[in-house]
C-alpha cells in the first residue's frame, strides 16, 4: 500500500530526526506532495542550516530510490481547501495549509497518511484516513 508521507516524514529522513529509522523503509514506495516538498527544501535550509544545492540533491536521490513527488493538481487543491476550511481553529486545531495538501492527496490515494503532527493526525482520524504514527523529536507520537 502506498504511504503518503508529510513534509516531517521526508525531512527527518533527510536531517536525521528520530522518525528516520521508520521512514527511511518507506520511502521508496512512499509520494510526497509537490507543496510538502517545498515545505521540506525550507525547513531543511533555513531551520536546519542545510545547504539548499546538497538539500536539493538528497531530495534528487530519493527521488531516484522510488519517492514519487505527486503534482499539485486542481482537484487536490480544492479538497485541500475545504479540509482546511472544516478543520482549521486558530485554537484547537492549528492544520497548516501543507499538512492539508498531504491528507487531501491520502484521501484521493486511499492510502496511510505518515506523520508526527498531532493536530494532522487527528484531523486524518475525522476524515476516516489511516494514519501511521511517526515519533516526533521527543519520541512522542500522535
Same mark, same amino acid.
Do not use: D, I, Q
Given at each position: 500500500m502506498t504511504v503518503v508521507l508529510d513534509a516531517y516524514a521526508v525531512i527527518a529522513a533527510l536531517v536525521g530526526e528520530r522518525a528516520r529509522a521508520e521512514v527511511e523503509p518507506l520511502l521508496p514506495r512512499g509520494v510526497v506532495s509537490a507543496p510538502n516538498l517545498a515545505e521540506v527544501v525550507d525547513v531543511c535550509v533555513r531551520v536546519h542550516a542545510n545547504d539548499e544545492p546538497a538539500v536539493r540533491e538528497r531530495i534528487r536521490w530519493l527521488i531516484a530510490g522510488g519517492l514519487e513527488v505527486a503534482p499539485l493538481e486542481a482537484d487536490l487543491a480544492l479538497a485541500a !481547501?475545504?479540509? &482546511?476550511a472544516r478543520h482549521y481553529r486558530r485554537r484547537g486545531c492549528e492544520i497548516s495549509h501543507g499538512d492539508c495538501f498531504a491528507l487531501s492527496l491520502a !484521501?484521493? &490515494?486511499k492510502a496511510r497518511l505518515a506523520t508526527s503532527d498531532p493536530a494532522l493526525a487527528s484531523v486524518a482520524r475525522t476524515e476516516e484516513i489511516e494514519v501511521l504514527g511517526l515519533p516526533d523529536s521527543r519520541g512522542r507520537r500522535p
Open positions: !481547501g475545504a479540509l &482546511r !484521501g484521493h &490515494r
